[in-house]
């Protein structure tokens, strides 16, 4: 199956970019998901690139992926205090009966320091 | 209107009861699924199912059953609660045969056993 790494700390001041890292094991991968939640809340997309794009951007966010690595990252510029979340990096994978299902990694809790 | 929406919000019970968390969507995806999310914040599949099968994570404990009464409704069914299901409970839905296959996420249900 799938396995989703990704760092789970990162602090930032305001007004930097910020930079999360995620690294995956299914090269068969077609999306490949960036969600965000909030405090007290469910998880929303944020962004997603597929396979055969090499980075997407999106005002403030850039997704980039390195195929080969299977490594991919999220930027945010100019990052707000409300950007302040947990940040997922997600992977789908297929079962063998042909089932689709995502697999998280552990989430990066973004700090944004004012 | 909500796209994904579960019952309770928050549900506080005894060790030793059974109880359910229902969710419902109104996106007419295919797929539905339960995903459990500990108070480190992973987040890990649990069930996925559309009308043709069900997939089971083998971690899960049989006290736990899905219950499907049509396509737009996923019940989450917990026998004989223990201290350690306490957990947000997160259901969400998919369109798997069309799109990019992204997940919408229901607010989540925050069950405590005491």
């Known amino acids: 199956g799938e396995d989703v790494e990704q760092s789970l700390f990162l602090s930032v001041r305001e007004g930097d970019s910020s930079v999360i890292n995620c690294t995956y094991t299914?090269?068969?991968?077609?999306?490949l998901y960036w969600y965000k939640q909030e405090p007290g809340a469910g998880l929303q997309l944020l962004t997603y690139i597929f396979s055969n794009m090499d980075m997407k951007q999106d005002q403030r966010l850039t997704v980039l992926l390195n195929k080969k690595d299977k490594h991919l990252s999220l930027r945010i510029a100019d990052t707000q205090t409300g950007d302040s979340a947990i940040y997922f990096c997600?992977?789908?994978?297929?079962?063998?009966?042909?089932?689709?299902?995502?697999?998280f990694g552990k989430g990066t809790k973004l700090s944004v320091i004012p | 209107d909500t796209a994904v929406s579960q019952t309770p919000k928050y549900l506080v019970t005894q060790m030793g009861n059974d109880k359910s968390i229902k969710c419902e969507q109104n996106?007419?995806?295919?797929?539905m699924y339960w995903y459990k999310q500990d108070s480190k914040k992973f987040l890990k599949i649990m069930f996925s199912y559309n009308n043709k099968e069900l997939i089971i994570n083998e971690t899960v404990p049989n006290r736990f059953s899905p219950k499907s009464p049509d396509k737009a409704h996923l019940n989450l069914h917990i026998n004989s609660l223990e201290l350690g299901d306490s957990a947000v409970y997160f259901c969400a839905s998919s369109q798997e045969r069309t799109g990019s296959g992204e997940l919408f996420f229901g607010e989540g249900s925050r069950l405590t056993v005491l």
């Open positions: 299914d090269s068969s991968s077609t999306y």
């Open positions: 997600a992977a789908p994978s297929h079962s063998g009966a042909g089932s689709y299902q995502l697999t």
């Open positions: 996106l007419g995806h295919d797929t």
